[in-house]
């Protein structure tokens, strides 16, 4: 079968039995899930296979023709179900929501809550029986207690069906405040201002006049944008659902920030003219820190409301009603089946599971996804449930699997995505973080790779990781549950070897934040101790695989390694503006002079006093007149030039053994035919430098800037220390 093109392929899987189809598969052993069961059109399994196969994370389509041309050879897979027995079922759309919160949309799925749901109802309407109350109603629990779909699912479609007496049906926006809070509630409401047209002015508009306190240090913006958007309907009013409100504590990292961002929803929603309410969900460990703000710190209390655990009739609900409303849409012989496999001792062993688990709802969930994922191969709960190892391992356990079925290669790409996700905080404790998904592709990696390896986390069913666009149409990536940081013991290990690592990571990025809010001003470049750090950070960063810096934060290291650069020159400028007295004032210019005479000559000719002449210049920090200067065929052992800027600088057939251009600025410069021998180029940026016929032994390379391998091409390799992205091999002339 060798040679087939992919049409020929398909054709040639399509007419495969049914049997050898299997014995197939069960060769390539593709991850469970991706594959329909034999119950599933032919067709339809073999574009679920070649799509896996021809997947960043899949074998390749080569690989089929072999197993083909070998059937008869190949190994007989567990025996297929019989066709007379129902086990394999068509169960239609999953009824459960897995990991991923219960949105407004999800609200006909969202069981077991309803007593809850009412008396948050009436909270917030008693919040509007009296005009001079702060209507802004806390939803608090510990993380996975079901917050987000509590106040999405439940209450936000109760406020639609009961509208407050003398009011419209509300206008709703939906916000996590992420890094910059007030960012993203412009945006929100200049959504709301125009839903076809959302204007990056208005935006601003906006959170200029978020930003802006009045006389008394009151934050009245957001009150004021809503009277003007709302000014034509006098029922008319605002609910703004903040979810995940403790982000404004683990992702903004800009006290003045928060307080305005908080500042504004409490004078907003202190107005008396009820324009204005707010919901917000928060994890209950971040109680302390809303101290910050006593008044703000006491609805909490009253009206907040602390959601509690599922109870055994609650959690019943959530399991028993989804699927009695799938089960509805299904013929008569497989109803029967599926109730058979739900019956009650089932849910009793769910329910006992469940209580006690810290986060057990969305756990559950997942836990009755994969359940009814594996009814579709027949496979009854109770064996999913005890493969898995219940509730607390279901995640892990998935997680796991689908590491472990990635190449060594991706599972290295892997690594680093997760531990990019995590955010480790000072009292040892580690959460999730959204981060775009262009930061998760490093620049020694291929986008498309990273991507499919994302997939893999991501794909129905799954959710172990979820993307969506922020509120700038950014793709983001997140980990859809705290849990999995608990549970997966990988994962744990990961961030407990490289804790400390990790932090100084985290602290590069945010400063990276803050200097790209700050449209990269020079004000917020890295100086002294933190430059050092960054930049031994970023030296220790190639060699561990499992933590990289975002181009971003490579971008503010070079920046302000430059902006380092640029500061001594201009500081030695200044030193040398004070003239030296009498004759060593005249001795010292006449030697400048000549000096810099030597540098500017035009042959390519030997001079002996020229190595007296430069070590004159670095000594006297004379080193401003350097670039292009020409520095041929001379002998400068163990100079050091580090830090210097000798950009088109000529260096062409000079013995340069042991010389020192860490950090140099070298764009352009020639080294064709020079002996470089034990020369360190640490951090100096060398693009479109020129190393043919170089002799290149012990050279040190491993950290500098601007390389590509053809400026490698006639050069001498011998223990040479390259970046890894360059893919050349460093000792290929040592022979």
């Known amino acids: 079968m060798a040679g087939l093109n992919r049409l020929q392929l398909v054709n040639a899987l399509n007419r495969l039995a049914a049997p050898d189809f299997e014995k197939l598969l069960f060769a390539i052993k593709p991850p469970s899930g991706l594959v ?48 007379a027995d129902p086990t394999p079922l068509e169960l239609g759309p999953n009824p459960y929501q897995g990991l991923r919160a219960f949105e407004e949309d999800d609200q ?31 939803i608090y629990g510990p993380s996975g207690s079901g917050k987000s779909s509590l106040a999405r699912a439940g209450l936000i479609p109760a406020l639609r069906k009961r509208p407050l007496p003398g009011k419209d049906s509300p206008r709703i926006l939906t916000l996590k405040p992420g890094n910059h809070p007030l960012e993203v509630l412009a945006t929100a409401l200049a959504r709301l201002a125009n839903p076809d047209d959302l204007s990056i002015a208005k935006i601003r508009e906006f959170q200029d006049e978020l930003l802006r306190s009045d006389s008394k240090q009151a934050f009245d913006g957001l009150r004021f944008i809503t009277d003007r958007l ?108 599926v109730n058979l496999l739900l019956n009650k001792p089932l849910v009793q062993i769910l329910v006992k599971d469940a209580m006690g688990q810290e986060g057990a709802l969305p756990l559950l969930q997942f836990l009755l996804t994969q359940m009814w994922e594996e009814m579709r191969q027949g496979i009854e709960p109770i064996e999913t449930f005890n493969r898995v190892g219940g509730i607390g391992g279901a ?29 480790v905080n000072d009292d040892k404790t580690a959460t999730r973080r959204r981060v775009p998904l262009s930061e998760l592709v490093t620049k ?25 666009a922020n509120e700038e149409q950014i793709e983001m990536v997140e980990v859809a549950h705290e849990a999995l940081i608990h549970n997966w013991t990988e994962l744990r290990d990961w961030l407990a070897d490289q804790w400390e690592l990790l932090r100084k990571r985290d602290k590069i990025e945010q400063a990276a934040q803050e200097w790209e809010s700050h449209q990269r001003c020079n004000d917020y470049l890295l100086q002294g101790k933190a430059l050092r750090d960054a930049k031994e950070f970023f030296n220790l960063n190639h060699a561990n695989c499992g933590i990289h810096l975002s181009k971003t934060s490579s971008d503010l290291i ?56 430069i070590r004159y ?51 352009g410069a020639k080294f064709q035919g020079s002996n470089l021998e034990n020369a360190k180029f640490n951090f100096a940026l060398l693009e479109d430098a020129e190393f043919q016929n170089a002799y290149l032994h012990n050279t040190d390379f491993k950290n500098a800037q601007g390389l ?26 040592c022979k």
Not at 47 to 66: C, H, Q
Not at 122 to 131: G, N, S, V
Not at 576 to 599: E, K, R, S, V
Not at 714 to 733: M, V
């Open 36 to 83: 329909p069961g034999p119950s599933a059109p032919q067709a339809s399994r073999v574009m679920a296979l070649l799509e896996w196969v021809e997947s960043p994370t899949g074998p390749g389509i080569d690989s089929i023709p072999p197993l083909l041309d070998d059937l008869d050879t190949l190994p007989e897979p567990p025996p297929l179900p019989d066709p």
């Open 108 to 138: 006909d799925r969202f069981f077991g809550r309803d007593r809850l749901v009412e008396d948050l109802l009436q909270r917030f309407e008693h919040l509007y029986t009296d005009p001079h109350t702060i209507r802004i109603l806390p």
């Open 230 to 337: 709302l000014e034509n309907d006098p029922k008319a009013y605002l609910i703004l659902l903040v979810d995940q409100f403790e982000e404004i504590y683990t992702l903004c990292e800009d006290p003045q920030e928060r307080h305005a961002f908080i500042c504004n929803l409490r004078g907003a929603t202190s107005d008396p003219s009820q324009r204005v309410a707010v919901i917000l969900t928060m994890r209950s460990d971040f109680l302390s820190a809303t101290q910050q703000h006593p008044r703000f710190n006491q609805l909490f209390a009253d009206p907040g409301r602390l959601v509690p655990v599922m109870q055994p009739e609650e959690l019943e609900q959530a399991i028993i009603q989804p699927a009695k409303l799938a089960l509805a849409k299904l013929d008569r012989p497989t109803r029967d089946r």
């Open 395 to 423: 995640l892990a356990n998935e997680a796991k699997k689908i590491y472990e079925n990635l190449s060594e290669a991706d599972q290295k790409i892997a690594r680093s995505i997760f531990l990019r996700l995590i955010k």
């Open 444 to 468: 020694d990696q291929n986008a498309t790779q990273v991507k499919g390896i994302i997939n893999q986390f991501t794909r129905p069913g799954v959710w172990i990781l979820i993307t969506f």
């Open 558 to 613: 070079e920046s302000s390694r430059k902006n380092k650069h640029i500061k001594t020159i201009k500081t030695v400028l200044i030193f040398l503006i004070i003239p030296f007295i009498g004759t060593l004032t005249i001795l010292h210019m006449l030697i400048l002079n000549h000096a810099q005479a030597l540098i500017n000559k035009t042959e390519c000719e030997q001079d002996s006093q020229i190595a007296f002449l």
């Open 617 to 667: 210049k670095i000594l006297m920090k004379d080193v401003n007149n350097l670039e292009k200067g020409n520095f041929c065929r001379e002998e400068l052992v163990s100079f050091d030039f580090s830090d210097l800027i000798l950009w088109e600088a000529d260096f062409r057939d000079s013995v340069l053994s042991s010389a020192n251009f860490e950090g140099a600025f070298l764009v």
């Open 708 to 733: 590509t391998s053809g400026q490698f091409d006639q050069a001498f390799l011998c223990r040479t220390k390259l970046p890894t992205e360059l893919g050349l091999d460093s000792d290929r002339n």
